[in-house]
């Protein structure tokens, strides 16, 4: 469809849309068809970009949004639209980010870097719009993948069995008390929801040169500050060290300090209620999340954090 519209699209960008060189990233997981092009200016002079068709309407808002607001930390939006030609279909000309992924080489300054751009969307994005309960997503089913766990344990004689089943009842006998906490939150941060360092590039173009810009808002929500700091620590359980002792949720915590933005005092315990939430359904995601280390971490992070908050 991509090459179809290619026409269409350089007739919608009257004619300032160069030819396109279509490809598909390793990392896409959706539908999206992305390019290479170039955009010739006012003055003549061409720039090259990035093009992606279709785009979904919230990644469309957001990425357009905040290149509105000026962030830096996000993508530079060139030309963008919610229809081409007959079919209601968003697209989006984008600067070309000549830098590498953080996960490439993730030094601790890359981790530095991308808390701090992290911060600085979510006071963008505040600054934008409101975030609001109204706004939340769906409330994930707990039980469900509660359920699931305990199931998967048995079904797979995982190692460690015995102390799986152990931690897994205990906390199915204080979900309620759990997930009433966690839900009852404060909803007050607009949430990138997909932070792993494969969604930062630097500007480029050379290797750690410019600044860290965060790609892929299709995920971005409204919840607590807290969630995109463990979203990114729970990609490390077990191998810690590629953090270089950078705790997101200690740091991300400072930096909003920094930007006045809202910290609570009891925002590390509804942490460690969102990781035990978050332990505790690892064996249902075995076959796609069945590191060995990462499934042996979470089971010591159950363990630890378990018997303080369920006593």
């Known amino acids: 469809m991509a090459v179809e519209l290619e026409p269409v699209l350089r007739e919608a960008t009257a004619g300032r849309l160069g030819p396109i060189e279509w490809f598909r ?15 010739t200016g006012d003055d003549g002079n061409e720039t090259e970009t990035m093009v992606k068709l279709p785009v979904g309407s919230r990644e469309h ?21 919610t229809a081409l ?6 697209w989006m000309v984008l600067e070309r980010l000549r830098g590498k992924t953080l996960g490439r080489d993730l030094t601790r300054e890359c981790v530095l870097s991308f808390l701090g751009a992290s911060c600085d969307v979510h006071l963008k994005a505040a600054s934008i719009k409101p975030a609001t309960a109204k706004d939340a997503r769906e409330p994930t089913d707990w039980e469900r993948l509660l359920d699931r766990a305990i199931e998967a344990v048995v079904d797979n004689a995982m190692p460690d069995e015995n102390r799986w089943l152990k931690m897994l009842k205990l906390v199915q006998s204080r979900l309620g008390v759990l997930v009433g906490q966690w839900r009852a939150r404060t909803i007050d941060t607009w949430c990138h929801g997909d932070l792993h360092p494969g969604n930062a590039l630097y500007r480029g173009p ?12 299709a995920l971005m929500h409204t919840g607590h500050w807290i969630e995109d700091a463990l979203y990114l620590e729970r990609l490390y359980w077990g191998h810690e060290s590629l953090l270089h002792g950078v705790k997101p949720v200690s ?24 990781r035990v939430l978050m332990a505790s359904c690892v064996p249902a995601f075995l076959a796609r999340e069945g590191n060995p280390l990462y499934v042996a971490a979470s089971l010591d992070i159950l363990e630890r954090l378990g018997n303080e908050i369920l006593r």
Do not use: M
């Not at 990425?63 to 830096?72: N, Q, V």
């Not at 050379?206 to 808002?217: A, T």
């Not at 400072?254 to 460690?272: C, F, G, H, I, M």
């Open 25 to 39: 990233s390793s990392w896409q997981q959706g539908g999206a068809a992305t390019g290479f092009s170039t955009w």
């Open 61 to 81: 808002y957001w990425t357009f949004a905040l290149s509105e607001s000026k962030c830096i930390h996000s993508p530079r939006v060139i030309a963008h639209g």
């Open 85 to 90: 030609g007959n079919y209601d279909l968003a």
């Open 206 to 217: 050379g290797v750690h040169e410019g600044e860290v810009v965060l790609i892929d808002f």
């Open 251 to 274: 740091l991300l915590g400072k930096l909003r300090k920094q930007a006045s933005l809202p910290v609570e005092t009891d925002d590390s315990y509804l942490a460690n209620v969102r």
